[in-house]
């Protein structure tokens, strides 16, 4: 029954680089916010200099599925994995960035800033990191139910972005010495809640997938 | 299961049409329109009665003594199942081209010329019209206008099969069926088949049975994919190839079987 047992082979091995690059970004994340609430500047260059790593694996998967659309020639759902594969690797270079950028925030507040850094920044770390979790599973299952659920936790960090951008406004208004460490954190809240949103777009990915439709989880 | 997107008017609907050859049934409750002027696609594996149904067609199948067909096949709003039909008159208007190039061991304009001689064409203005309009029709005219006379089989496949194709249109037939008729052809010769088919269906309906997949993708408005003598899917070609509705249209046209 199997025919094409080689471009099998190949689509799995595909599905496999991009779930570790997908763990990788999460990595990331978790690091380069390690790195903000400690003050580690080290560990941030770190995650900078990572990051060019993570730019040539998007490039490998990239250059995978053109070859496999070139050889192979897919029609329908083999062809949408390929396509997503393209989008879905994006995706996870930009959320690599967003972690890069969260890196060099810390490194422009610096040691010894004196400030705390906000503990919602860490709840919304949390809930992006259980979305990459989420995103994943959805992806190896082909799962849609799962691709849904990131629109919910999406609004969630949304939400938790909003309300931690507006306090840290206010602070901007008793402290304004401190505006420049501000800006840093609240960049750094954005970075996470655009990470989150390229979760979400994954989930969109696996839609297409397996509906042949394009779907908005990001309203 | 077999939905057809046919907002033209169907030169052809098939209607629950079966066929045996003795006890062994090869078509089963096919059901089918052919729209007019739209190019129709029949897909599937060796042995899934593609190239039967496209022979019941023009009723070529009943040359086969032991076939036996029921249901309802109307051409043009006849049952020509049911009702008698003048088999001449039926082929003059469904033109059939094969899967390699068969010219007559004639030359290049008695090839051409003989569908309109035996309809009746006499006179040679008439004949040299005939003849000039469907090569250029298929493209062959500039290719072969100073060796008319000259033998048939000394053309290339590729252009064999393109004056095949201008045998079969030099009737002005409705219809022209194809079966597989770019598969013993070189990659640039099948291109060219598929450019003429693309420009046929301004003028014809037409019916290509086909091995290749990608080739019914490129040239079809319409697919139909057999299983085992039966209709498991048949819509419009950018549906097919995109979001099958069943498992084995998946399968089959992502190459998992056949």
């Not at chain 2, 057809?4 to 078509?27: I, R, S």
């Not at chain 2, 037409?206 to 091995?211: D, L, S």
């Not at chain 2, 697919?223 to 399968?251: K, M, N, Q, W, Y």
């Amino acid at each position: 029954m199997v025919a094409r047992e080689q471009f099998q082979v190949e689509l799995t091995a595909l599905r496999g680089q991009i779930i570790s690059l997908a763990h990788e970004t999460e990595k990331m994340l978790e690091k380069a916010m390690e790195a903000l609430y400690n003050q580690d500047i080290e560990l941030a260059n770190e995650i900078i200099a990572y990051d060019e790593q993570l730019d040539e694996k998007e490039l490998k998967i990239n250059e995978d599925a053109i070859l496999m659309i070139a050889r192979q020639q897919p029609v329908a759902t083999d062809l949408r994995r390929l396509i997503i594969a393209l989008r879905i690797s994006s995706d996870l270079e930009r959320m690599g960035d967003n972690a890069k950028n969260i890196a060099k925030a810390a490194i422009h507040l610096g040691e010894n800033h004196g400030l705390t850094i906000h503990p919602a920044l860490n709840d919304m770390k949390q809930t992006a990191l259980k979305m990459v979790d989420l995103s994943v599973k959805a992806f190896e299952y082909e799962d849609i139910t799962l691709a849904r659920k990131l629109a919910e936790l999406d609004d969630l960090v949304d939400n938790m972005y909003g309300e931690v951008v507006r306090e840290m406004l206010e602070e901007t208004a008793t402290n304004p010495q401190k505006i420049q460490h501000i800006m840093q954190m609240a960049f750094s809240a954005r970075y996470i809640e655009r990470f989150a949103d390229h979760t979400t777009n994954i989930g969109e990915s696996i839609l297409y997938l397996v509906k042949g439709e394009t779907l908005d989880l990001n309203k | 299961m077999n939905k057809t997107a046919t907002a033209k008017k169907p030169v052809f609907h098939v209607q629950d049409m079966n066929l045996w050859y003795g006890n062994n049934q090869a078509l089963k409750n096919v059901n089918l329109e052919i729209p007019k002027n739209e190019v129709t696609a029949v897909i599937g594996p060796s042995g899934c009665g593609k190239s039967t149904f496209i022979k019941t067609l023009n009723l070529m199948i009943k040359r086969i003594p032991s076939v036996k067909l029921s249901g309802e096949l109307h051409f043009n709003g006849q049952n020509i199942l049911r009702d008698k039909v003048d088999l001449v008159n039926l082929r003059k208007q469904i033109g059939m081209i094969f899967q390699k190039g068969n010219p007559f061991p004639q030359s290049i304009y008695d090839n051409v010329a003989y569908g309109p001689r035996i309809h009746g064409m006499k006179k040679k203005k008439q004949l040299d019209e005939a003849v000039e309009t469907s090569l250029k029709q298929v493209a062959l005219w500039d290719e072969v206008k100073d060796r008319l006379n000259s033998s048939a089989l000394g053309l290339s496949g590729g252009q064999q099969q393109r004056l095949c194709i201008a045998r079969a249109i030099a009737t002005k037939p409705s219809v022209v069926l194809m079966d597989e008729p770019t598969s013993a052809l070189d990659p640039v010769s099948t291109l060219r088949i598929e450019q003429l088919i693309s420009e046929l269906k301004n003028q014809y309906t037409i019916v290509i049975v086909t091995h290749n997949m990608q080739q019914a993708a490129r040239i079809s408005d319409q697919t139909a994919f057999f299983l085992h003598g039966e209709i498991i899917e048949a819509s419009d070609t950018d549906s097919l190839f995109s979001v099958p509705s069943d498992r084995r249209t998946e399968d089959y046209i992502s190459g998992r079987f056949g």
